[in-house]
């Protein structure tokens, strides 16, 4: 993942890629990852590993967010984990900049696969070290 996951190799910012982001933990196709520029957990816009899942760990260890791609490897959804919006948390975004596809309140509740991926992404994690 580079500049913001870009997949042209360098961001709009001059970063190469994968200097943005550092894996903490794969797991198949979930990658657990933190934000190398600053203490805010930024999630990845892009990536360029088809069927990739990201989880965004914050620097206390904390998982911030879930993101899904589309098959142009552009961000399509994201679970957000630990910021409510509007008092519900967890709760989703549709679309590569956030709310394109929501209803107007700009975000959704999980569904029953979303809450499905939230409960193996956090016994992946903190299962971890037993492993």
Do not use: C
């Not at 709009?12 to 600053?38: A, H, M, P």
């Not at 961000?75 to 910021?83: A, E, G, P, S, V």
């Amino acid at each position: 993942m580079g500049g913001r996951g870009a997949s042209s190799g360098v961001s709009v910012k001059g970063k190469s890629y994968g200097s943005e982001y550092r894996t903490l933990l794969k797991s198949g196709n979930i990658k657990f990852v933190r934000y190398n520029d600053s203490e805010s957990a930024k999630t990845p816009m892009e990536t360029m590993s088809r069927g990739r899942v990201y989880v965004t760990v914050n620097s206390e260890d904390k998982l911030v967010a879930i993101t899904y791609y589309d098959n142009t490897n552009k961000r399509t959804k994201q679970i957000d984990l630990k910021k409510p919006h509007q008092g519900v948390s967890p709760h989703t975004h549709h679309g590569y900049e956030h709310n394109e596809n929501d209803s107007q309140k700009g975000f959704s509740n999980l569904t029953t696969d979303e809450k499905k991926m939230v409960e193996r992404v956090q016994k992946i994690w903190y299962n971890r070290h037993s492993e």
